[in-house]
């Protein structure tokens, strides 16, 4: 058991060398997993150290590149950071197979977030709300003074939404303003405003304002993909049957739900990762959007046409941002995006809701059928043989034998490393 103290003075104004050298004094690591940490790759140390606080190291996670998508009549080719196998498989097999019936066509409900106001200490609620409503051309001004240069580039407040909350506190008055952020994620902007209009709602209202923060429930600002795939293309109408099957059982129960929804996150948040866009930010979107009804249900949606293809359909939340934070500031995002070709954010956006129902298409289809262990297990086991201390070509063919004999498990690959090297 380690004993030191985590109280480590002045340690934010070190330099990120001395900061690996503390680390390292005080837990022990070695030369070796202190030059690891030096080594910040292809993300300069300076700029990790300005991104975030008390920096030690990078994290780099692969990119892998998503094939075969059509989106909207355009082929685009889309990276993806993640660190799970099978997922940028997934995509390209479900982008294959949906290439005879046009790929994915998608669309977004705009740009707009929201921010709250929390108004709370307030005996007639009903009517502070409807004088914050009385105020909207006041509220529209202090908002877009905020932001000149989002005026400039043709956002700023749009709508004004006030509701009475009932909660154990008391009733509280919740304004929400709304905003076009352009090609910006926006929380930066609509916290401002939000902040900024706070003290003029008190005033208004004689009550006491306190919380000012965006919803990441950003249900104004949706991305929207719909796919078709003819029975043909995916094996025939029972598979087709089968998925649509797996579909109604995530929509009815919520254990089923949380996995099924998962999967379409492998995607999403992958594109989002690449892009340097905040995964938590679209993650709680996307959760709370599917509880939205009062039941966590599916994200996505699959029906079968009257021509007997299968038509799948995805909506969430999509607040991503070309401008600002680590997509302009980490050199790997921008590259991404020039990949991707996505010149706005409404763009990005699109892409990536095409890339979360293929996402969801591919494991619905590998459940309803193999199951998803068959796919898995080839890269799988060769994450299996590494650890196993399988090195160079060893990797694939201790990484064979497991798939072979159908046991990708550490013990099964270190006998099968330990007879390749002949022990
Ligand atoms: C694994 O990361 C994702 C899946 O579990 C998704 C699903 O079950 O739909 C395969």
Request: net charge negative.
């Amino acid at each position: 058991m380690r004993n030191f103290s985590s109280r480590i003075s002045g340690f934010h104004k070190q330099s990120l060398d001395q900061r690996i050298d503390t680390v390292a004094d005080l837990t022990g690591l070695d030369g070796t997993a202190a030059a690891h940490l030096r080594d910040t790759g292809n993300l300069p140390p300076e700029t990790a150290e300005r991104m975030i606080e008390n920096v030690i190291g990078t994290m780099t996670v692969p990119i892998g590149v998503a094939t075969n998508m059509i989106v909207d009549g355009r082929d685009v080719l889309v990276p993806m950071a993640t660190e799970e196998s099978s997922v940028v498989a997934a995509v390209c097999n479900a982008a294959r197979q949906c290439r005879d019936s046009d790929g994915f066509v998608t669309s977004t409900s705009g740009a707009l977030m929201i921010a709250q106001i929390q108004l709370l200490d307030i005996g007639d609620p009903e009517t502070a709300r409807i004088r914050i409503l009385e105020r909207r051309d006041d509220i529209q001004a202090i908002c877009d003074d905020m932001d000149p240069v989002l005026i400039r580039l043709g956002g700023g407040f749009r709508d004004l939404e006030v509701r009475v909350l009932e909660t154990r506190s008391g009733p509280m008055v919740i304004t929400h303003i709304v905003v076009d952020v352009r090609d910006a994620m926006g929380a930066n902007a609509v916290n401002s405003m939000a902040e900024a209009l706070a003290p003029h709602i008190a005033e208004w209202t004689g009550g006491r304002t306190c919380l000012r923060i965006l919803s990441n429930l950003a249900d104004r600002r949706l991305a929207r993909a719909r796919a078709e795939w003819t029975p043909e293309a995916i094996g025939g109408e029972s598979v087709r049957d089968g998925m649509v099957e797996a579909f109604h059982f995530a929509d009815a129960d919520p254990y089923r739900a949380a996995t099924h929804n998962k999967g379409i996150m492998n995607g999403v948040s992958a594109v989002v990762l690449a892009t340097g866009n905040d995964t938590r930010a679209v993650e709680a979107g996307a959760h709370a959007f599917a509880a939205r009804t009062g039941r966590y249900r599916s994200l996505t949606r699959w029906e079968v046409t009257n021509d007997g293809n299968l038509a799948g359909v995805l909506e969430l939340p999509m607040a991503v941002g070309l401008v600002g934070g680590a997509t302009k500031v980490h050199p790997t995002p921008k590259i991404c995006l020039d990949i991707m070709g996505a010149e706005t954010a409404e763009a990005l956006a699109r892409i990536i809701a095409a890339i979360g129902l293929a996402q969801n298409f591919s494991a619905l289809k590998a459940l309803a059928t193999t199951g998803i262990q068959k796919g898995h297990m080839a890269l799988h086991a060769q994450n299996i043989a590494m650890m196993a201390g399988a090195e160079g070509t060893e990797v694939d063919t201790v990484a064979k034998a497991l798939v072979d004999r159908g046991q990708v498990r550490i013990d099964v690959a270190e006998e099968e490393l330990a007879r390749l090297r002949g022990n």
